[in-house]
């Protein structure tokens, strides 16, 4: 058995709208002079620490978790989950 940190990456799916990320662009970024940053997308990530047999295991062991305590919507999240070896 190893031991494997799993990264849940959440964001908003492309076409909802991000009003956290649109903020810290207009009212940080741009007004700090950096006008070639042209859009800022904001999310969260949450790390698992997973004892499993393998990276495999250990991504669907999280991913199953996620779903079953609804850590994200689906219809507007959109997640990518990927282990590391710890």
């Known amino acids: 058995m190893s031991t ?3 990264h849940v990456i959440i964001e908003n799916k492309p076409n909802i709208s991000d009003p ?5 662009l207009n ?3 741009l007004k700090g002079n950096n006008s070639s940053v042209k859009k800022i997308r904001a999310g969260k990530i949450l790390k698992f ?3 499993a047999s393998d990276k495999k ?3 669907k062991i999280v991913e199953k978790i ?7 919507n689906p219809l507007v999240s959109k997640v990518v989950i990927e282990a ?3």
């Open 4 to 6: 494997y940190v799993v």
């Open 66 to 72: 996620c779903q079953e305590l609804r850590i994200f």
């Open 57 to 59: 295991k250990a991504e």
């Open 27 to 29: 009212d940080l970024v």
């Open 84 to 86: 590391k070896t710890n």
């Open 49 to 51: 620490t997973v004892e």
């Open 20 to 24: 956290e990320g649109d903020t810290i």
